[in-house]
């Protein structure tokens, strides 16, 4: 690698992470949460937050996620964003959308959800490109002063049919399973 080049790596958050998770949200994002809140996700939904840490084991980004607990009722399971954040110095390098992702992915995976949702302020210009160009989230609405500050958010929705995984893609990792067991 160029001397000065950033890497990070995703992975699941765990317990131990909360904290670092809470002062990244700090550093980046107005919207703040108490620490009993990050707790609740990890301990609710383990599989759908990531964080991604740097080569010295720092948290530069996570993504905090849960399913939506009223969806159910409604014969439709979606996801929801709570918080997204990538410190400064690690942004542009791709890691908001592979956490974006990664926590799509167990969705579908754990939870069989059709759709993630997420709220994103009107002024997030950059936030929104990731969101609707990037990830290909549409804009479902307008909900008038989401934000404690009177904001009016965007209320965004994307579907997860991409990251449910195809037959074909079943059968070759059961087909792959199967040679490893007849070579043992």
Known sequence: RPH???MASIRR???QDLLSMQHCNLLCLPENYQLKYYLYHGLTWPQLSYVAEDDDGKIVGYVLAKM???SE????RHGHITSLAVKRSHRRLGLAAKLMDQAATMMVEAFEADFCSLHVRVSNRAALGLYRDVLKFEVM???AKYYADGEDA??????LEKFRRQPADVKALTDGADDAATKS
């Open 141 to 143: 609405d307008v909900e």
């Open 13 to 15: 958050c765990t317990i």
């Open 68 to 70: 939506d607990e009223d």
């Open 4 to 6: 000065g080049s950033k």
């Open 154 to 159: 965007y209320a965004m929705k994307r579907s």
């Open 73 to 76: 009722e409604k014969g439709h």
